[in-house]
Every structure is written in C-alpha cells, then in structure tokens.
C-alpha cells in the first residue's frame, strides 16, 4: 500500500465501515486515513468499530421479521394452507 490507496475503516463520523485514503504512513503501517463520504481525517482504526454491522442476510432477515410481524403471522411459507 501506499499514500492515496484506497482502504476500508470505520468512519466515526459516518458511524459505520466506508472507503477511506491512506494519507499518513510509517514504512507500511497506515497511520492517518480520510473519509471519502464526508473527509473526515482520523487515526487508521483496522476498521473495528463499536459495534458489527450486519450482513446483507442478516438485514434481509430482520426486515422480512419486522414485515411478517406486523402482518400478524408467519411468514407465508410456513402457513398452513386453508381446504
């Protein structure tokens, strides 16, 4: 890696894991990245956050639950069909 390389961190600003430039380097540990959503300039945090974001499945997931719930049921697949 070098200086201007893109590289994923988590943003304190933003609150979650974005694109980030290496603007600060010693030999090759990175020491200083810059948000590129909103240029926020911090330490290279190894892109640990305070808490894990979710997966694409587990989004999916949550909200399909939160449909399902306020529908008043199962979901479709699990109903048992009416004859």
Known sequence: MRL???IDDHCSRCKRTTDHSIVAMAGEEVLKTRCRTCGNEHKYRQNKGRSKEMTAKEAFDKV???VTNA?????????KKKE
């Open 4 to 6: 201007g390389d893109y």
């Open 64 to 66: 399909l639950a939160s």
């Open 71 to 79: 529908q008043g049921g199962e979901p479709t697949s699990k109903r």
